[in-house]
């Protein structure tokens, strides 16, 4: 499956909604590398990319082979990014959901940040802890560079609670200051 460079986000999604349907089949974990390599290589692409792979019913975002692993590391940064934002989109949505009385909802969006969690600890890109720790600040704070992120997405105080929460839980290293920033006996 060859991917354009000029991927759109819809594009993306039907993709990987192409690659994750071909997993049933004898596609080789290669193959499914490359492609996912040529989605990630952009914002739109990998955006799509997690938006479907992580949201499935297809399990293999829950035990993502080494192949896989080796894909979303081709592109560290977009890849680390879009990662720390799904960890807290996915945290705040499980509120959201709740307080709606929609648990299906919620459990998805749980399980969105489990596979989410499970793709940083395996991938171990260090462009996240950095990103983490100033989404992190800015949940905290309000200011910050993500502060916009947050705004946009209208996030209420005990959403960006959890969304410090779940950094400091999956990201310990986020909470510590930086070996720089650390008072020198």
């Given at each position: 499956?060859?991917?354009?460079?000029?991927?759109?986000?819809?594009?993306?999604?039907?993709?990987?909604?192409?690659?994750?349907?071909?997993?049933?089949?004898?596609?080789?974990?290669?193959?499914?590398?490359?492609?996912?390599?040529?989605?990630?290589?952009?914002?739109?692409?990998?955006?799509?990319?997690?938006?479907?792979y992580l949201t499935s019913?297809?399990?293999?975002?829950?035990?993502?082979?080494?192949?896989?692993?080796?894909?979303?590391?081709?592109?560290?940064?977009?890849?680390?990014?879009?990662?720390?934002?799904?960890?807290?989109?996915?945290?705040?949505?499980?509120?959201?959901?709740?307080?709606?009385?929609?648990?299906?909802?919620?459990?998805?969006?749980?399980?969105?940040?489990?596979?989410?969690?499970?793709?940083?600890?395996?991938?171990?890109l260090p462009q996240v802890?950095?990103?983490?720790?100033?989404?992190?600040?800015s949940a905290i704070t309000?200011?910050?560079?993500?502060?916009?992120?947050?705004?946009?997405?209208?996030?209420?105080?005990?959403?960006?609670?959890?969304?410090?929460?779940?950094?400091?839980?999956?990201?310990?290293?986020?909470?510590?200051?930086?070996?720089?920033?650390?008072?020198?006996?």
């Open positions: 499956m060859s991917i354009p460079e000029s991927v759109t986000f819809e594009e993306a999604i039907a993709f990987t909604q192409s690659l994750l349907n071909q997993t049933a089949t004898d596609k080789s974990q290669q193959a499914i590398a490359e492609t996912i390599t040529q989605l990630v290589k952009t914002e739109k692409g990998a955006r799509g990319f997690f938006v479907t019913d297809n399990t293999l975002a829950d035990n993502p082979s080494p192949e896989v692993v080796q894909a979303l590391q081709s592109s560290p940064t977009i890849v680390a990014e879009l990662l720390v934002k799904n960890l807290a989109m996915s945290a705040a949505m499980a509120i959201s959901h709740r307080r709606k009385g929609n648990e299906e909802m919620a459990q998805g969006s749980d399980r969105v940040r489990s596979r989410t969690t499970h793709l940083i600890q395996q991938l171990k802890r950095e990103l983490a720790q100033a989404l992190r600040e309000g200011e910050g560079s993500y502060k916009t992120f947050l705004q946009r997405w209208n996030y209420d105080t005990e959403q960006r609670q959890v969304i410090s929460q779940v950094i400091a839980q999956v990201i310990p290293e986020a909470t510590s200051p930086s070996p720089m920033t650390t008072p020198h006996d």
